[in-house]
Each structure stands twice: as C-alpha cells, then as structure tokens.
C-alpha cells in the first residue's frame, strides 16, 4: 500500500472489542501516540461500546462488521461467516481510505476481520495479549501478525514465528493517581471501617452478586462495602454500609486508591491495575463453563506467587468469602511485602516503541 514517505506524520489504526477488556488497555498507547502527533483511529463493533470507552478522546472511530467467534457448534457460526467477510471487505476499503503505517490489534472478535485486511494490504501489524494463555482471537490472527506483546512472561505463543515482546500490559494514568481521600468522600464512608470494594467487570457477574447481597450482614459488620454489580443489575438495597452502584467511569482511580481490600474476577487488566496499586485483591475467576478458562490461569498464577487470594465460584458462599477475607487481612504485611516486589512494565512505553518499529 504506497503512501507519501515524506510526510513526517504517521497514521495508526488500532483495533479491538466486544468487551472493555480489549479497549481500556489500548487507551494509554493511544494517548502516547497523540503526544507523538501521530494520527489515531480506532476500529471497533457497531455496538456503540468501544465508541464510548474512547472517553472524548481525539480519535477517529470506525465500526465494521464482525462475526463472534464460537468455540461450539451454533447454527449462529455460518451467518457469523458472513459477517466476517462483510467485515474484512469493510477493513480493506477502510485502510485503503485510511493508509495506515501499522496496525495494533487489541483482541477481540473484531479484530481479525481488520488484521487479515491489514495483512492483504501489506500493513505491519503488532498484536497485544492480555492474558497468561492466548485467546481465539490472537491465535486466528497470529499467522498475520509480524510482533507479538504479553501481559505475562511466561505466555507461549505455539506456531509462532514473529517477534515475541514482554511488556506487560497498560494500565490508565487516572487510575495510577487517584486520591484516596477523594474516593472516601465520594463514598461517603464515614463510619471508619475498611473499605470493600467488589467489582464483576464492566458487565457485573451474577453469581458473585447474589453472594454478595446473601453475605451483606456480615460484610457490613467489619467493612464498608462497595458494589459495583453492572449495569440494570442493582436491586436497590438498603443496608447501612452498602453502597451499591452500577457503573462506574469518572472517579473510578479515586475509589480504587480507598479501597482496602477489592473482590474481583481474574481478567488480566483487572489484575494488572491491582498490582500496579499494590491492592490486597480476594479473586472469583470465571469458570470453565462461562469462559475458554482464562481467567483460572490468571487467578492461579496470582495465588501461587502470593499476589492474591482465590476463590472458586463454584465454591463462593457466604462461608468461603468471609474466610478469604479474614485471611487477606491476616496476612495484609505479607501480601503488601511481594505486591511491592513486582517488577512494574512501562508497558505503554514498550509497545510504542514496538509500533514506532513495525511502522513502514
């Protein structure tokens, strides 16, 4: 795909979605290469979601279509297929219009429409992935791909022939300096217990909801309890020291910083932010039977460097939580002693460094 090799501004699509999980993470190598003046847009679903997630920044976005990629049979899979070819015809016109210097793939099931365009049109592309095993979407666009980066050292990539780069995975400036009294104030957690914070993802997650709210008398004895349980899923509840929210954007680094101890699931960004904060984290990785069982590889590599505690859903109760908290305070020096031992990435930095390279 020829361009003008003398103009001194570059171009970069960047490309990722379905879940926030595959958008959060770009936002800080975006925010990089608009400091460098390079020329940012971001293909994402019509779903409207990572449209959102950009937060105003000053990124030309664009939808394409795209299949779900199922590891079952579904009679869904063959519409899907024809989703994904719209898609990929969809991506070459765009990159034809556009003329991107590289590509960075986020993950995703939109995004291997976008990276087999880029590959026909003989852009760079650089994947990213987030998790300690590689998912659908990265391993289908792996023969396509000239770099690959990962969130942990370990990640093995079967097959791959390309470039492999550790750089860990970003994690956004306002959570990096958010204001622990600012976040108490606007939780109005007064009552000077610790701070629980509980939190299922972007989306909420049902079972650790209903524990939380069977659990909330005892919680509520020893902690202010916060609850982020996604959106339309509040049920309004009235409990002196609950505070339940659906969603949360603006503030979120503030009530993070607050936080004493977080329950969460096992996602890698997720996990990174936590680590990054130096956070005392209680995990509830999603099962095999809602997820490809990436989120159990992630949570058993947390409890077995002694990042975190672990907790299986399947035996989440009202027993086992409070358990696994008593033991997260117990042995808070302990936790706090190799949280402060892990080795922080500048992982924005490394993978613009990666683009800067791959970029034709």
């Known amino acids: 795909m020829s361009r003008d090799t003398n103009t001194t501004t570059k171009t970069v699509v960047i490309v990722g979605g379905g879940s926030a999980g595959h958008v959060l993470p770009a936002l800080p190598v975006a925010d990089e290469l608009m400091k460098k003046q390079w020329q940012v847009h971001f293909v994402g679903t019509h779903s409207g979601l990572e449209e959102k997630l950009l937060g105003g920044r000053a990124i030309t976005f664009h939808g394409v279509s795209a299949g779900k990629l199922r590891r079952y049979f579904s009679w869904q899979n063959f519409s899907d297929v024809i989703r994904i070819l719209l898609g990929i015809a969809q991506a070459v016109s765009l990159l034809r219009k556009i003329r991107p210097h590289v590509i960075f793939s986020k993950g995703g099931f939109v995004s291997f429409p976008v990276v087999f365009a880029g590959w026909l049109l003989r852009v760079p592309i650089v994947a990213h992935e987030s998790d300690r095993t590689p998912g659908l979407a990265n391993r289908l666009v792996m023969p396509f791909v000239s770099t690959l980066c990962s969130s942990f050292a370990d990640t093995r990539f079967a097959g791959f022939k390309g470039r492999v780069v550790n750089t860990g995975t970003p994690v956004r400036e306002d959570l990096l300096k958010g204001d622990a009294a600012a976040g108490r104030l606007f939780l109005g957690a007064e009552n000077g217990l610790p701070i629980l914070l509980i939190t299922g993802g972007s989306l909420g997650a049902d079972a650790l909801n209903d524990i939380v709210r069977k659990s909330l008398h005892e919680l509520c004895a020893s902690y202010f ?136």
């Open 225 to 360: 309890v916060v609850h982020v349980c996604g959106p339309g899923k509040a049920e309004n509840i009235v409990q002196s020291g609950y505070l339940e929210l659906e969603y949360v954007d603006a503030g979120w680094g503030d009530m993070l910083a607050a936080a004493d101890i977080v329950v969460s699931r096992a996602g890698a960004n997720a996990l990174f932010e936590l680590w990054a904060l130096q956070k005392l984290a209680l995990l509830v990785p999603l099962s095999v039977a809602a997820s490809r069982g990436d989120q159990l590889a992630n949570a058993a590599y947390a409890k077995t460097q002694g990042l975190s505690e672990v907790v299986a859903e399947e035996d989440l109760n009202t027993e086992s939580l409070l358990q696994a908290l008593i033991t997260l305070r117990d042995n808070a020096q302990q936790y706090q002693q190799v949280l402060a031992g892990v080795k922080a990435l500048k992982a924005s930095e490394l993978l613009l460094a990666e683009l800067e390279n791959a970029a034709i």
